[in-house]
């Protein structure tokens, strides 16, 4: 049993991956022509669904199909739909609040959902989850915050800036009569540039993984909890809707 869940877990993630590296590669240009109001309605739409099928649906239609499950498997079932609901709609809160005050979009889907939820199973089946330790729902977090870009590179971005900065401003700095003055002061410009990189990753990340955190672990702690994931399913339909 442990073998077999390993390799749908595998299926899940091999059929996503090529399309996530399309996604990283094309998703501006995707974004950008779904935002065209020249062109029909459904015709800006099909890349945004062949992307989001190839990464979030492709693999688990697979493995339902391989093993013969049902999505009543899942928690797709009608006991404690209700408090499942209730539970997703609360946790979605902080999200929806970040994005008002950011006036962002969070693009995402019905199959997205499922595939979150699928996933989280397949994981918890190895180790079963804890009163708080949920290990499938921290993992579908960070694929969620990866897919969504909520990540940005300050850090990265960086470090060719303290190279640049050490190319055109070391000779002034550091010229044919050096002082000791000189060289503190430069060692200084390149410790804030530096700093000012590591304290926007920081406090930038955390301002916009935390919501990100709250909506996929919570959702996927309370299907856990409530045995029921219509609420993981039917809480994408309002960020799906900003696509139309």
Same mark, same amino acid.
């Given at each position: ?46 890349? =945004? ?27 797709? =079932? ?83 800036? =303290? ?10 700095f550091l010229g044919n009569n050096t002082s000791i003055e000189s060289i503190v002061l430069f060692i200084l410009s390149i410790f804030v540039i530096l700093l000012n990189g590591i304290m926007r990753f920081v406090f930038g990340n955390l301002f916009m993984m935390l919501p990100v955190g709250i909506l996929i672990y919570g ?26």
């Amino acid at each position: 049993m442990t073998s077999q869940i390993k390799k749908d877990i595998t299926i899940i993630m091999t059929a996503s991956f090529p399309f996530i590296i399309l996604y990283l590669i094309t998703g501006n240009a995707i974004w950008e022509y779904e935002q065209n109001m020249s062109h029909p309605l459904l015709l800006r739409l099909l890349p =945004v669904f062949f992307i989001q099928f190839g990464m979030t649906c492709l693999g688990i239609i697979i493995v339902l199909i391989k093993n013969k499950e049902r999505l009543s498997d899942h928690g797709l =079932v009608k006991r404690n739909t209700l408090l499942s609901i209730m539970g997703c709609f609360a946790v979605s809160i902080p999200m929806a609040i970040f994005l008002w005050l950011s006036g962002d979009h969070f693009y995402m889907g019905l199959g997205e959902g499922l595939f979150y939820v699928i996933l989280a199973d397949k994981i918890n089946a190895l180790r079963k989850p804890t009163k708080l330790w949920n290990r499938g729902a921290f993992f579908c977090t960070l694929i969620a915050i990866a897919i969504h870009g909520m990540i940005n590179y300050d850090v990265i971005y960086t470090i060719p800036a =303290v190279f640049s900065f050490i190319q055109d401003c070391g000779p002034s700095f550091l010229g044919n009569n050096t002082s000791i003055e000189s060289i503190v002061l430069f060692i200084l410009s390149i410790f804030v540039i530096l700093l000012n990189g590591i304290m926007r990753f920081v406090f930038g990340n955390l301002f916009m993984m935390l919501p990100v955190g709250i909506l996929i672990y919570g959702s996927l702690f309370i299907r856990e909890k409530t045995g029921n994931a219509w609420g993981n399913i039917l809480l994408w339909l309002p960020f799906g809707l900003p696509m139309i």
